[in-house]
């Protein structure tokens, strides 16, 4: 039931295309739940990033990975480390807009992600 559940969260929050994308690229995000791993790390994406609806479906769907990290073990301390380190003198909001383009758009990082 867990499995049915979690693939019509993300096909509601992704659309079809972007779940289907998601389970082919992590098909253990199945077995994840959606009010301890997935909903969390989702909302903390919208409402703590710069990344808004699309920009956060984008990164889920190019990074699966984050639906299973911990929010407040991981995402929210690793997002406030690049904030101030990004900062330097920019208003939160300015940073915060700089560190998601960077998550957006950081080859690197899909590079580690496909040798991890």
Known sequence: ???????????????????????????RVLSLSVERD???????LLQQTALGREGAAKAIVRWPRVLGLSVAGNLAPTWSYLEEELAL???????????SELVLTAPMVSALEATA
Not at 9 to 14: D, F, G, I, N, V
Not at 38 to 44: T, V
């Open 89 to 99: 003198g920019s208003t939160v909001g300015r940073c915060r807009l700089i560190v």
């Open 1 to 27: 039931m867990r499995h049915y559940i979690t693939a019509r969260y993300l096909e509601r929050t992704l659309g079809k295309n972007g779940a289907v994308n998601v389970i082919a690229k992590m098909p």
């Open 38 to 44: 997935i909903g969390p790390a989702a909302r903390f």
